[in-house]
Protein backbone atom coordinates (compact mmCIF):
# COMPACT_ATOMS: atom_id res chain seq x y z
CA UNK A 1 0.00 0.00 0.00
CA UNK A 2 2.99 2.60 1.01
CA UNK A 3 4.70 1.58 -2.06
CA UNK A 4 1.32 2.03 -4.49
CA UNK A 5 1.21 5.92 -2.79
CA UNK A 6 4.29 6.95 -2.95
CA UNK A 7 4.05 6.16 -7.21
CA UNK A 8 0.91 7.97 -6.97
CA UNK A 9 2.50 10.97 -5.33
CA UNK A 10 5.53 10.99 -7.86
CA UNK A 11 3.08 10.88 -10.85
CA UNK A 12 1.52 13.63 -9.31
CA UNK A 13 4.39 15.85 -8.80
CA UNK A 14 5.84 15.07 -12.23
CA UNK A 15 1.98 16.12 -13.60
CA UNK A 16 1.69 19.22 -11.60
CA UNK A 17 5.16 19.75 -12.50
CA UNK A 18 4.88 19.58 -16.52
CA UNK A 19 2.03 22.61 -15.98
CA UNK A 20 3.54 26.39 -16.66
CA UNK A 21 0.73 28.15 -14.53
CA UNK A 22 0.52 31.81 -14.36
CA UNK A 23 -1.25 33.82 -11.27
CA UNK A 24 -4.31 35.30 -12.10
CA UNK A 25 -3.33 39.14 -11.05
CA UNK A 26 0.16 37.83 -13.18
CA UNK A 27 -1.96 37.38 -16.13
CA UNK A 28 -4.00 40.42 -15.59
CA UNK A 29 -0.59 42.37 -15.45
CA UNK A 30 0.24 40.77 -18.88
CA UNK A 31 -3.69 41.39 -20.36
CA UNK A 32 -3.18 45.33 -19.26
CA UNK A 33 0.15 45.63 -20.94
CA UNK A 34 -1.08 44.51 -23.87
CA UNK A 35 -3.96 46.69 -24.15
CA UNK A 36 -6.44 43.94 -23.50
CA UNK A 37 -8.77 46.12 -20.66
CA UNK A 38 -11.53 47.28 -22.93
CA UNK A 39 -10.30 45.45 -26.46
CA UNK A 40 -13.55 44.56 -28.65
CA UNK A 41 -15.40 45.31 -25.24
CA UNK A 42 -14.43 43.19 -23.37
CA UNK A 43 -12.78 44.03 -19.77
CA UNK A 44 -9.84 42.23 -18.04
CA UNK A 45 -12.03 40.49 -16.07
CA UNK A 46 -13.44 38.61 -19.14
CA UNK A 47 -10.04 38.04 -20.45
CA UNK A 48 -9.32 36.61 -17.23
CA UNK A 49 -12.53 34.34 -16.96
CA UNK A 50 -11.65 33.06 -20.27
CA UNK A 51 -8.21 31.61 -19.49
CA UNK A 52 -9.53 30.28 -16.54
CA UNK A 53 -12.24 28.41 -17.87
CA UNK A 54 -10.44 27.59 -20.87
CA UNK A 55 -7.21 26.44 -19.29
CA UNK A 56 -6.98 27.32 -15.38
CA UNK A 57 -4.15 30.02 -16.25
CA UNK A 58 -2.09 26.73 -17.68
CA UNK A 59 0.14 28.44 -20.62
CA UNK A 60 1.19 25.00 -21.50
CA UNK A 61 -2.43 22.84 -21.53
CA UNK A 62 -2.59 20.85 -25.16
CA UNK A 63 -5.80 19.40 -25.10
CA UNK A 64 -6.76 16.66 -28.28
CA UNK A 65 -10.34 17.27 -29.90
CA UNK A 66 -13.18 14.78 -31.18
CA UNK A 67 -12.00 15.79 -34.54
CA UNK A 68 -8.32 14.97 -34.28
CA UNK A 69 -7.34 18.76 -34.09
CA UNK A 70 -5.87 20.28 -30.57
CA UNK A 71 -5.76 23.24 -28.61
CA UNK A 72 -3.31 25.40 -27.31
CA UNK A 73 -2.00 27.32 -24.65
CA UNK A 74 -3.86 29.89 -22.13
CA UNK A 75 -6.64 30.19 -24.40
CA UNK A 76 -7.01 27.16 -25.82
CA UNK A 77 -6.61 28.08 -29.53
CA UNK A 78 -7.33 25.55 -32.05
CA UNK A 79 -5.17 24.10 -34.73
CA UNK A 80 -7.90 23.55 -37.09
CA UNK A 81 -8.58 27.26 -37.34
CA UNK A 82 -5.71 29.26 -35.57
CA UNK A 83 -2.26 27.69 -35.39
CA UNK A 84 -0.07 25.48 -37.35
CA UNK A 85 0.82 22.54 -35.52
CA UNK A 86 1.74 19.95 -38.50
CA UNK A 87 -0.68 17.00 -37.77
CA UNK A 88 -3.57 18.40 -40.05
CA UNK A 89 -5.01 20.60 -42.31
CA UNK A 90 -4.60 24.49 -40.60
CA UNK A 91 -6.02 27.18 -41.85
CA UNK A 92 -3.90 28.89 -39.64
CA UNK A 93 -5.56 32.25 -39.81
CA UNK A 94 -3.54 33.50 -36.96
CA UNK A 95 -0.27 32.63 -39.03
CA UNK A 96 1.99 31.17 -36.28
CA UNK A 97 2.97 28.04 -34.81
CA UNK A 98 1.18 26.30 -32.23
CA UNK A 99 3.73 25.61 -30.30
CA UNK A 100 4.24 29.49 -29.99
CA UNK A 101 1.25 29.82 -28.45
CA UNK A 102 3.01 27.62 -25.22
CA UNK A 103 5.30 30.14 -25.01
CA UNK A 104 5.77 31.86 -21.43
CA UNK A 105 5.73 35.18 -22.88
CA UNK A 106 2.39 35.21 -23.37
CA UNK A 107 2.10 37.35 -26.99
CA UNK A 108 1.81 35.04 -29.24
CA UNK A 109 -1.79 34.01 -27.75
CA UNK A 110 -2.48 37.14 -26.79
CA UNK A 111 -2.07 38.11 -30.32
CA UNK A 112 -3.86 35.55 -31.27
CA UNK A 113 -6.76 35.88 -28.87
CA UNK A 114 -6.97 39.06 -30.22
CA UNK A 115 -7.30 38.16 -33.94
CA UNK A 116 -10.31 35.63 -32.77
CA UNK A 117 -12.05 38.15 -31.06
CA UNK A 118 -11.97 40.92 -33.68
CA UNK A 119 -13.81 38.73 -35.83
CA UNK A 120 -17.92 37.56 -35.95
CA UNK A 121 -18.65 36.53 -32.15
CA UNK A 122 -16.20 37.97 -30.23
CA UNK A 123 -15.72 35.72 -26.98
CA UNK A 124 -18.63 33.81 -28.43
CA UNK A 125 -16.08 31.42 -30.32
CA UNK A 126 -14.91 29.95 -27.13
CA UNK A 127 -17.85 28.16 -26.08
CA UNK A 128 -16.54 27.53 -22.46
CA UNK A 129 -16.87 31.00 -22.34
CA UNK A 130 -19.97 31.40 -23.76
CA UNK A 131 -21.74 28.48 -21.08
CA UNK A 132 -19.30 30.11 -17.98
CA UNK A 133 -18.47 34.03 -18.40
CA UNK A 134 -21.30 35.49 -21.59
CA UNK A 135 -23.86 37.90 -19.34
CA UNK A 136 -22.13 37.07 -15.84
CA UNK A 137 -20.93 39.44 -13.59
CA UNK A 138 -17.16 39.26 -13.99
CA UNK A 139 -15.48 42.07 -11.46
CA UNK A 140 -14.82 39.49 -8.44
CA UNK A 141 -11.62 38.37 -11.23
CA UNK A 142 -9.55 41.25 -10.11
CA UNK A 143 -10.04 40.79 -6.74
CA UNK A 144 -6.92 41.80 -4.75
CA UNK A 145 -5.21 42.52 -7.86
CA UNK A 146 -3.28 45.59 -8.07
CA UNK A 147 -1.98 46.66 -11.21
CA UNK A 148 0.11 49.50 -12.09
Request: include cysteine.
Amino acid sequence: MTKVLLIYLVSSFLALNQASLISRCDLAQVLQQEDLDGFEGYSLSHWLCLAFVESNFNISKINENADGSFDYGLFQINSHYWCNDHKSHSENLCHVECQDLLNPNLLAGIHCAKRIVSGAGGMNNWAKWKLHCSGRPLSYWMTGCHLG
